[in-house]
Structure formats: structure tokens, C-alpha cells
């Protein structure tokens, strides 16, 4: 199975920083990678797929890069309703897909 | 408007069972590949099962392999996940997601516990 390490695993940023979060495949992945943000009690929102395509109706702050085995998912500048768990995913080929540990976003 | 609603969660004690549905609208159902996800309290995301759409091609996570079965019913725009043998670790919020991942239900409770 493809593991996927995602990093950091929690942030405290200032509104209008910079935010980034690695997530690092087991093995080649190609681009077949989402990116999720998820808010306390709700489902998972996807954000980015194959891993740099913004999914439709997501603001333009958020974007990710890479392929193959690292990928970076990128906040420009971090707004309140940014805090949240970014979960990154990836679908190569068949199941299991797997998710990265996730990384809690904070407000400092 | 794409919709995914679950149901069919609750408590039950360990070994017992449980049948979650999820009534999708909004689009094509017979047309989608169908996924189960779910998320113990305060844990991360754990993908469960997959199905095609015409249910040719089923896929499980080693972790419920041989105690759950994923099934669709396309005349009734229905995912159902059947759960037997439950144990506490099976706790959590269940989630079904269409494929290409873009829409999620709302998710439903499931809580294994004597």
C-alpha cells in the first residue's frame, strides 16, 4: 500500500501568511493527488485535485504543486475562515486510498 | 444540486451489526464509482471500500475486509454498507463520496460499544 507522510501535523500562522504542507507518496503517484480542507463536525471539502487543479468555487489563495512522490499544498495569505485540517489523499492506479495524518491549521 | 445523504448509524454492541445507506441525487448515479470513508473521533481519514458503477469491481481496506460488504442499488440511487462483527475500533463517522471525490454526504455515527 502507498503511504502517504504529510507535514507539519499542526501550524500557528498570523493572517495574511504564508502557508505550506508537504505531503510525501511511498511511491510514484503521478499527479493523482487531492488536497481536503475539513472544519470541525463537517465532511471533507476538496480543494485541489491531481494535484495543482482547483476544484471549482475554491478561492484562488489556495493552490498545490508536485508530482510524483512530493507534493506542496500552498495558502498565499491566510484568512479566519482558513482554520481548519488539510488532508492530503492520493488515488493512484486501484485502491486503498490512502490519506496523509493531516495538519491542523491555526490561527496565531 | 449534487446531495449524498447517510443514515443508518447508531449504537450497537461489539459483534453486532449495522446497515448504513446513502441516497445520492443530483446526478447520474449509475454513472459513478462510490466510496465509503470514515473517521474515528478526533482521528484522520480512513478510506473503507469502493465500488464501480455497475458494481463489477469492489475493493476494501484490509482493516474491514471479510466483516463488511459495499452495495448499490442504481435503480434507487442507493450505496449501502453492511457492517457485521463490528468492534470498538470501528467507531466513527461514516462518509460516502462520490468518485472523483468532489462530493461528500454529511456522514453518519456509528458507535461500537457494550
Known amino acids: 500500500d502507498i503511504q502517504m507522510t504529510q507535514s507539519p501535523s499542526s501550524l500557528s500562522a498570523s493572517v495574511g501568511d504564508r502557508v505550506t504542507i508537504t505531503c510525501q507518496a511511498s511511491?510514484?503517484?503521478?499527479?493523482?493527488l487531492n488536497w481536503y480542507q475539513q472544519k470541525p463536525g463537517k465532511a471533507p471539502k476538496l480543494l485541489i485535485y491531481?494535484?495543482?487543479n482547483l476544484e471549482t468555487g475554491v478561492p484562488s489563495r489556495f493552490s498545490g504543486s508536485g508530482s510524483g512522490t512530493d507534493f506542496t499544498f500552498t495558502i498565499s495569505s491566510l484568512q479566519p475562515e482558513d482554520i481548519a485540517t488539510y488532508y492530503c489523499?492520493?488515488?493512484?492506479?486501484?485502491?486503498?486510498?490512502?490519506f496523509g495524518q493531516g495538519t491542523k491549521v491555526e490561527i496565531k | 444540486e449534487v446531495q449524498l445523504v447517510e443514515s443508518g448509524g447508531g449504537l450497537v454492541k461489539p459483534g453486532g451489526s449495522l446497515r448504513l445507506s446513502c441516497a445520492a441525487s443530483g446526478f447520474t448515479f449509475s454513472s459513478y464509482s462510490m466510496n465509503w470513508v470514515r473517521q474515528a473521533p478526533g482521528k484522520g481519514l480512513e478510506w473503507v471500500s469502493s465500488?464501480?458503477?455497475?458494481?463489477?469491481?469492489?475493493y476494501y481496506a484490509d482493516s474491514v475486509k471479510g466483516r463488511f460488504t459495499i452495495s448499490r442499488d442504481n435503480a434507487k440511487n442507493s450505496l449501502y454498507l453492511q457492517m457485521n462483527s463490528l468492534r470498538a475500533e470501528d467507531t466513527a463517522v461514516y462518509y460516502c463520496?462520490?468518485?472523483?471525490?468532489?462530493?461528500w454526504g454529511q456522514g453518519t455515527l456509528v458507535t461500537v460499544s457494550s
Open positions: 491531481d494535484a495543482s
Open positions: 511511491q510514484d503517484i503521478s499527479n493523482y
Open positions: 465500488i464501480s458503477s455497475s458494481s463489477s469491481y469492489i
Open positions: 489523499q492520493q488515488y493512484d492506479n486501484l485502491p486503498p486510498w490512502t
Open positions: 463520496a462520490r468518485s472523483r471525490w468532489g462530493f
